[in-house]
């Protein structure tokens, strides 16, 4: 079958660094996505990573290795506002989202 | 730019009854969703539409229906809504193809008693 899975919950303090992993199964692959989540919001995308490796946008760093299905989303320089949930999703053989339970991440001052 | 919008923004309905979940966006995009988001659990795709004319099922479909007469209307049909339809329902939208980044609506709240 096919299967997300990331941490119900993270904690992390205000300037300090938290990296969120996230495994995934999928029928076929064809690239993970993460999306932010505030609460009573709707998602908004993040980032995408279909080839292995590192991509940094500003304070955020997505990386991916397909061999082991394992990818993460490293947030730096937290702020408070980064208090949201962090959905990841792979997309499988037909295109579709593949969604974990996703990440609640709480910033402590 | 309005993107993707979601009517009502919350209702509640007695079982039994029916309802259509508007969703419309103006980004002239291919592919629309229908998801729910349920407290614990990731997002469950109900319905899905490739584009214009087609719509597809997904991991959720029972009592639930689709229809794509065009590109930028997609509702969501509850024939005889039943308490476990309780739930956030997300419109989303992308442009297909390999990087399939989904748009999303601000959601509708459905509370079904």
């Known amino acids: 079958g096919q299967n997300i899975d990331q941490p119900t919950e993270m904690t992390a303090t205000e300037g300090a660094i938290v990296q969120i992993n996230c495994t995934y199964q999928t029928s076929g692959f064809n690239g993970l996505f993460w999306y932010q989540q505030h609460a009573g919001e709707a998602p908004t995308f993040l980032s995408y990573n279909v080839l292995d490796g590192l991509e940094e946008k500003g304070r955020f760093s997505s990386f991916l290795s397909r061999s082991k299905g394992y990818s993460y989303l490293l947030l730096k320089e937290l702020q408070m506002k980064d208090s949201a949930s962090y959905l990841c999703?792979?997309?499988?053989?037909?295109?579709?989202?593949?969604w974990g339970a996703g990440t609640k991440l709480i910033i402590k001052p | 730019t309005a993107g993707i919008t979601q009517a009502p923004t919350s209702q509640i309905l007695a079982a039994g009854r029916s309802m259509t979940l508007r969703c419309t966006q103006d980004m002239r995009h291919n592919a629309m969703y229908w998801y729910r988001q349920d407290l614990g659990l990731g997002l469950r795709l109900i319905h899905y539409?490739?584009?214009?004319?087609?719509?597809g099922k997904g991991e959720v479909p029972d009592g639930y229906s689709v229809s794509r007469a065009n590109t930028d209307d997609f509702p969501l049909t509850l024939a005889s809504a039943v308490p476990s339809q309780t739930s956030v329902y997300f419109c989303?939208?992308?442009?297909?193809?390999?990087?399939?980044?989904?748009?999303f609506g601000p959601g509708t709240r459905l509370t079904v008693l």
């Open positions: 999703a792979a997309m499988d053989s037909n295109y579709q989202l593949i």
């Open positions: 539409s490739n584009t214009a004319g087609t719509t």
């Open positions: 989303a939208s992308s442009s297909g193809g390999d990087n399939n980044e989904q748009f």
